[in-house]
């Protein structure tokens, strides 16, 4: 098949964009070389696909339509995965128009350029941020998501909202997959692992905020992928509608339009998560313990139901697991080997 992906300079999707060509799929993909962090490792992501002849690259921003139209062109694609975004919580806060111009502007480029092109599937990468700090447990997509705590969130959240409508006004089928605190080899510099990793080794202190009482639902980056390629398979119509008992699909009754989360629904405690990272390192951390940070969220939890229902697939890779593998990863990266 043909696929036009957004992001594939990134951590997610450099791992999807890798898994389709590895399956014998064309892949356009879409990415704006954002000073966000290293474009060192973005760039040595995009060299790795390129050695495929399966894989053309468009450099672009999402608020650039010709560069958008260009990578369609080329692309042609019978399914669109957008994954570019600007991520971050915490950065959210002091640059919240960066977040604006890319989730939400962007974003609205997409939802344009899907409704011209009418590809088979529209993929939207959404966020388990939009929970907020919702009391329930576990997360179920059905839950109300209305009180977001950053403008990280109230973006992907905003842009959810659009592609509703632009699948009710032009029944483009459109799938809004929410994560869970991906993790895994290549990930981003700022996120937690990456961080922890790197400040151990080199005897430095680790941040571990809100006194470590936290937990997050932790998805290592190949679980969710697989549950990423399943739901391609699966354009929302109400051929698949999901009737099993105890179970709410978020089909929604007046568009071809779904929001799934995909993780496994078993949340880490940090200070496990801590230990783990000791214990495969083989050394201690030097922790600074620290109140909650503005923004944060005390726990995420996934309700994996309906993507079982859908897929037969719910992620499992345990902590343990994931965090050997970017180690091994990771020590790989700093002696120049990956």
């Known amino acids: 098949m043909r696929y036009l ?43 790795i696909l390129a050695r495929s002849n399966g894989f053309k690259a ?12 260009r ?6 694609p019978e399914v669109i995965i957008h994954l570019a975004a600007q991520a971050g919580v915490r950065y959210s806060i ?54 977001p705590m950053t403008i990280y969130a109230a ?5 959810e909202l659009m592609a509703h409508s632009y699948a009710h006004l032009h029944k483009v089928p459109t799938t809004a997959f929410r994560f869970f605190t991906v993790y895994g080899p290549w990930g ?3 996120m937690a692992l990456f961080k922890f990793v ?7 202190p680790i941040d571990i905020y809100g006194e470590g009482q936290m937990s997050r639902d932790f998805t290592y980056i190949d679980d969710l992928v697989e549950g990423i390629v399943r739901l391609s398979h699966i354009a929302p119509s109400e051929d698949n509608r999901v009737t099993e008992e105890g179970v709410t699909d978020t089909l929604s009754k007046h568009a071809p339009f ?13 200070m496990r998560f801590v230990e783990t990272v000791e214990t495969v390192l083989g050394q201690k951390a030097i922790r600074n313990m620290l109140p909650m940070q503005q923004g944060d969220v005390p726990r995420t939890f996934a309700s994996p139901d309906l993507l079982r229902a859908l897929t037969g697939y719910a992620p499992d890779i345990t902590i343990e697991t994931g965090v050997a593998a970017f180690v091994e990863w990771y020590r790989s990266w700093q002696s120049g080997k990956a």
């Open 155 to 159: 973006t992907k959240k905003s842009m």
């Open 188 to 190: 981003r510099p700022d």
């Open 258 to 270: 779904r929001v799934v989360n995909i993780g496994g629904g078993q949340p880490v405690e940090l």
């Open 71 to 76: 990578a369609a062109d080329l692309a042609e």
């Open 94 to 147: 002091d640059c919240p128009k960066d977040y604006v111009n890319s989730n939400l502007i962007g974003s609205w480029n997409i939802l344009e350029l899907a409704k011209t092109l009418q590809p088979k599937h529209l993929m939207l990468a959404s966020t388990s941020s939009i929970y907020g700090s919702n009391e329930k447990v576990p997360f179920a997509e059905s839950d109300r998501a209305d009180e």
């Open 58 to 69: 468009q450099i672009g921003m999402l608020e650039d339509v010709d560069a958008l139209n």
């Open 198 to 204: 790197d400040a151990i080794l080199k005897g430095e």
């Open 5 to 47: 992906i957004t992001g594939t300079a990134g951590f997610i999707g450099f791992h999807l964009a890798k898994r389709l060509l590895d399956e014998g799929h064309f892949v356009v993909g879409f990415d704006g070389m954002t000073q966000y962090y290293d474009v060192a490792l973005k760039e040595k992501r995009h060299a």
